[in-house]
């Protein structure tokens, strides 16, 4: 008798197919998680960068102000100078000078007075300081032929009238219409500070409004801002106009002086991809500094 014959698979097929079907699905799995992983690689990548690219972006607008607003010459009375306008400089922190905010007006009448001396300013424009003046003092700095100049504070301001109240008065005679400024001077200050414990540290970053220059660094206060986390180096480096480094660091006075443009250099890390391991970014530019002191 014929032995009839029936569709279908055998035991041994069966487990062949699932043998490979299991390989295919671990393939698979394999090049999603990798694929997984290279996005957030990537993604990480990119917040890295444009962290540090904000970070470095705001210094290359601060560092070109360097100087701009700060008076040439001596104080009215006096022998206080604010030049150089750059006044700490090593390779991971710098401190400097410039009007950054735009609190400059020009006075509409000259500042005399039978008194010698007068307790306002008429000047073109207040809005700057309707703010700042209203319930407290504010520094200032009036400056004649963007030179000669005096310390002094704002204790109000009349908006309809354009006047600036200030204390104490400034010298007769000194200050002329359209010939003298009132202006806001800002101490910039960045610093960066290396973690030991791992492998990225922190990008600080502190303005003061000021009317008297003060070299002292860092500053007395600890009002630090935060600017940049994750950065695992920055340098400065400092150029004269001929291009020369200079050197030693921190500089001298006259080094400061001398300086034209700075190059920054930033390394931002972080972890990412499998086993969290480090990835890092470096940005580098040169800015030349070009607003020469008023």
Known sequence: MKRGSADGFTLAEMLVSMVI??????????????????????????????????????MERDFRMIGYGVPTGFQVNGTIRWTPAIFYATDTAVGFRAEVDNGHTVLTRSATSSGGGTDRLYVEDVRYYTSRCGGSTWPLVVMAHRKRWEPVRCTGVDALGNILYISPGVTDGVFLAAKSEVVTIEQVYYWYAPNSDYPFGTLYRQVQTTFLPDDSFPPSNSDWSTLATHISSLTFQYLDAQGNSLQPLPLDAAQRARVARIVITLVATDRAGPMQALQSVRLRTEVRIRNDPM
């Open 21 to 58: 079907f299991l390989f295919l699905l671990m393939a698979l799995y394999s090049i999603l998680t990798q694929s997984q992983w290279l996005r957030f690689r990537n993604d990480r990548r990119v917040n890295i960068q444009d962290n540090a690219r904000i970070a470095l972006e705001l």
